[in-house]
C-alpha cells in the first residue's frame, strides 16, 4: 500500500501539477496581455525611447526645436502670419485671400544651407525625401527647382493623442545611406529615430523667378490625428505637407491671444508646454524678412 501510495504521488507530481501550472501561467498571461490592452503601458525599444504596444508608434514626451543650435526665438515667420507670396483665391482685382501660415519658419539668416535638421520628439519616420513636392524648392512654379523635400515624422502623446510632424524645405539626401553619427542621408520609411537625432539637412529654397535670392529656411509644422496616407506618391501625401491655408481657416483664442486651426498646431505653443527646461527658450516670435 505505501508503495502505491508512493508511486501515486511521484505519478500527480510529474504528470498532474505541472499542466495545472501550466494552464494557471496561460489564465495569468492571458489576463495580463487583457490588462496591458486596456491600460497601455511604456514599451523600451532603444535609447529610452518608449513606444505605444499596440501600435509601434514612440511617445513625445519632450521637445526641442528640430534645428541644431537654434532656440524658439530663432523662428522668424509665425503659425497664422500672411503671406503675400502665396494666393489662396485669386478675383477680378488679384488676390482676394493671401495664404495663412500653418506652421513657424526659422530665420533665413540662422539657417543656412546644409544646416543640420533634427527630431524634435521621439517618433517614427512616415515620409522621407525620395517624393518631392511643389513650393518646398521655390516659391515660384516657373523656377525649374520648384519642387522640393520633406520629412514626416508620426508621434504620440502618452495620453494616446497622435500626431504628425512636417519639416519641410529640407534637402532631397535619400540617395545617400542614412548615418545618424555621421550626419549623412536621410532616415527610411519606418525609421525610429529619437528626439535630437539627425534627420538632415536645410535645403536651398530659392526665392524669385530667376533664382535671385537663396531664402532657405525649415519650415516645422504640426498636425493633430494620425498618418493614414493611401499611397507613397505627392498627391496622397498632400494633406500633410500643406504650408498655407485661408485665413478664414484660423479661428482666435481670447485668452492666449494666438491664432488657432482646427488641425493644425502651433509648434511653439507645443513645445512651450512640453519643452525641455535644457533647450527650451522664450517663444517670441520675429516677422519674416521681406
Known sequence: MNRLRKFYFLWVSAYILPIVACLTIMACGDRAVKDRRANPVFTNIDDGIKTDPQNGIPYATTFQVPVTGLTASDFCF????????????????????????????????????GTEVVAP??????????VKFSGYGADSSSNPEYKGCVEILEHEFPNGQRFITLLGHVKCESGVAYDPVAKKGNPKVGTIVKRGQYLGHVGHYWHGKDQSVDWHHLHWAMLMGSFSASSYTASA???????????????????????????????LVILAANGDPAVQASADVKRHPS
Open 121 to 130: 520628439a521621439d517618433g517614427i519616420v512616415r515620409v522621407t525625401t525620395d
Open 78 to 113: 509665425g503659425f497664422g502670419q500672411i503671406n503675400t507670396n502665396f494666393c489662396m483665391k485669386s478675383g477680378p482685382n488679384g488676390c482676394e485671400a493671401y495664404g495663412a501660415h500653418l506652421g513657424q519658419d526659422s530665420c533665413v539668416a540662422k539657417t543656412p544651407v
Open 237 to 267: 501625401l498632400a494633406p500633410y505637407v500643406r504650408g498655407y491655408a485661408p485665413k478664414s481657416e484660423f479661428g482666435y483664442d481670447p485668452i492666449t491671444k494666438a491664432f488657432t486651426h482646427p488641425e493644425w498646431v502651433d509648434p
